[in-house]
């Protein structure tokens, strides 16, 4: 018999590996959504005063709050495509969400660095 009569058989997964990968989830998830809380409400703030500000430039008025959205939303889209990328090679939910939280956890670190710099270098 070759591989063509034979169906695909899956391993199925113990319980605690489906719940290391759910505790990865959530430990990951909470810190890097903790390491974003910071970033989106300090740049929400500035921006939302610079925009306001009778001082700033109609160019600093705009760009500043779409780097700092940029800064905020790009850990969560490249979370969304490696989730994506896990579904379409056919993993299971939990399994492909390990990687993609990672990924989250990971780039969360940039707006936070960037906070602070803005922290250290401000005036």
Known sequence: MGDKGMTEVRRKRTRAERLTE??????????????????????????????????????????TPVVFLVLVTLPLALARAVFRSGRRRGRERLTAA?????????????????LCLVFVYAD
């Open 98 to 114: 390990v990687p993609a939280v990672l990924a989250l956890l990971g780039a969360s670190v940039v707006p936070f660095a960037a």
């Open 22 to 63: 759910g505790l990865t989830v959530a430990v990951a998830s909470v810190l890097s959504f903790g390491l974003l809380v910071g970033p989106a409400v300090v740049f929400g703030t500035t921006a939302w005063h610079l925009v306001t500000d009778t001082g700033a430039t109609a160019f600093s008025r705009l760009s």
